[in-house]
């Protein structure tokens, strides 16, 4: 399982970002896969999930709802996180990851791979 993060970047307040997390060695209707952010000084925490439960569901971290939507593409076995109306405590390098489960949330402990980070700045 290899998941590659890629779209971070410079930003200003209120504006938007999309980042992709191509996978590889699974299809993406197997896991569930997910989103983690980490700001300077601060734990990694979760943004968003895609279950593979079979129902669609989706997790959104508060934080981020209303403003942040995953979606995936099957035949580029990709997924998504389009970021709207971006703040600056949105500031921070995103992670996508799988714990090789089904279920939404994911539990941070239980990740058993993760993309390499891309780094999202929002500032004037």
């Known amino acids: 399982v290899q998941l590659q993060a890629s779209g971070g970047g410079l930003v200003q307040p209120g504006g938007s970002l999309r980042l992709s997390c191509a996978a590889s060695?699974?299809?993406?209707?197997?896991?569930?896969i997910g989103w983690f952010r980490q700001a300077p000084g601060k734990e990694r925490e979760a943004v968003s999930c895609?279950?593979?439960?079979?129902?669609?569901?989706?997790y959104y971290a508060d934080s981020v709802k209303s403003r942040f939507t995953m979606s995936k593409d099957n035949a580029k076995n990709t997924v998504y996180l389009q970021m709207n109306s971006l703040k600056p405590e949105d500031t921070a390098i995103y992670y996508c990851?799988?714990?090789?489960?089904?279920?939404?949330?994911?539990?941070?402990?239980?990740?058993?791979?993760w993309g390499q980070g891309t780094q999202v700045t929002v500032s004037s």
């Open positions: 895609f279950s593979s439960s079979g129902d669609g569901s989706t």
């Open positions: 060695g699974f299809t993406l209707d197997y896991y569930a």
């Open positions: 990851a799988t714990d090789r489960g089904w279920y939404c949330p994911l539990d941070i402990r239980g990740i058993r791979d």
